[in-house]
T-cell receptor, first 113, second 114 residues
Framework: GNSVTQMEGPVTLSEEAFLTINCTYTATGYPSLFWYVQYPGEGLQLLLKATKADDKGSNKGFEATYRKETTSFHLEKGSVQVSDSAVYFCALTYQTGANNLFFGTGTRLTVIP | ETGVTQTPRHLVMGMTNKKSLKCEQHLGHNAMYWYKQSAKKPLELMFV???????ENNSVPSRFSPECPNSSHLFLHLHTLQPEDSALYLC?????????????FGPGTRLTVT
């Protein structure tokens, strides 16, 4: 079946620290991969995506590379800010009709000044 | 308005009440979704509509009843809910065909059942 596993949280970092949130997936075929972010009191927002192997998604200083050989899509940022404090969700979907997302459980990030 | 909107943002209801949640998308999508987000649990897909037809119902209790009158609007009708139904209910939309498969989410309705 299809599933996404992401690192347990919570993660607490100091401002300007390097961030990695691990995500691995199980799927047949070639899914598209996403990172969503949920700020306090809000819904989920698409942060970045990659639709094929070796693609790198990037946005707002965050990056993730689609690694088919390790079935991974780790999220990284070189220097986090307090405003990055949120819950981050890794997800996959297939390029078929009536698609739906398979989400990881989410990782809460808190950045302290 | 742009994006995906949801109303109300907050709702408190008793177990015998009947209420409805509304979702509207302004993105030209033709698939819409209801999710339930509970504390310390993964996001749960409840219903999927594609081209206004329900295509998936993940064994959701019948006290939740979805309605999709057109591709821009989605409702979730609620009746005789239980306290464990208290959660954040998220609506999302996406294209159903083509190369763009990401879902766009609304801000959610925070539901409390007393």
């Amino acid at each position: 079946g299809n599933s996404v596993t992401q690192m347990e949280g919570p993660v607490t970092l100091s401002e300007e620290a390097f961030l990695t949130i691990n995500c691995t997936y199980t799927a047949t075929g070639y899914p598209s991969l996403f990172w969503y972010v949920q700020y306090p009191g809000e819904g989920l927002q698409l942060l970045l995506k990659a639709t094929k192997a070796d693609d790198k998604g990037s946005n707002k200083g965050f990056e993730a590379t689609y690694r088919k050989e390790t079935t991974s899509f780790h999220l990284e940022k070189g220097s986090v800010q307090v405003s990055d404090s949120a819950v981050y969700f890794c997800a996959l979907t297939y390029q078929t009709g009536a698609n739906n997302l398979f989400f990881g459980t989410g990782t809460r990030l808190t950045v302290i000044p | 308005e742009t994006g995906v909107t949801q109303t109300p943002r907050h709702l408190v209801m008793g177990m015998t009440n009947k209420k409805s949640l509304k979702c509207e998308q302004h993105l030209g999508h033709n698939a819409m979704y209801w999710y339930k987000q509970s504390a310390k649990k993964p996001l749960e897909l409840m219903f999927v509509y594609s081209l206004e037809e329900r295509v998936e119902n993940n064994s959701v209790p019948s006290r939740f009843s979805p309605e999709c009158p057109n591709s821009s609007h989605l409702f979730l009708h609620l009746h005789t809910l239980q306290p464990e139904d208290s959660a954040l209910y998220l609506c999302a939309s996406s294209h159903d065909r083509g190369q763009t498969y990401e879902q766009y989410f609304g801000p959610g309705t925070r539901l409390t059942v007393t």
